[in-house]
């Protein structure tokens, strides 16, 4: 759903201001928006609270939220 004209969403993502020009965006979408590669490898933060992986298509989000992608990494000892 496309939101009504001049109606703009903001949003912070890995503290930089975003503007989301649709009504409704949950994180799944937010993942598929921002082209995030291997989404299954990144763990999210809404305002802070690490959300569920399978909580995505059902939290949505709203003006003003901070949004937070955390990767994982690999690596070894040497």
């Known amino acids: 759903m496309k939101c009504i004209?001049?109606?703009i969403m903001q949003i912070t993502v890995n503290g930089?201001?975003?503007e989301l020009h649709e009504a409704e965006v949950n994180l799944s979408?937010?993942?598929e928006i921002r082209r995030v590669e291997s989404p299954e490898m990144v763990a999210v933060q809404l305002n802070g609270?690490?959300?569920d992986m399978e909580n995505y298509p059902?939290?949505?989000l709203k003006?003003?939220?901070d949004i937070e992608f955390l990767y994982f990494m690999g690596?070894?000892?040497r």
């Open 5 to 7: 004209e001049g109606d």
């Open 16 to 18: 930089e201001a975003n």
């Open 29 to 31: 979408k937010l993942l």
């Open 49 to 51: 609270e690490f959300v």
């Open 58 to 60: 059902s939290t949505f």
């Open 63 to 65: 003006t003003g939220d």
């Open 75 to 77: 690596g070894g000892s």
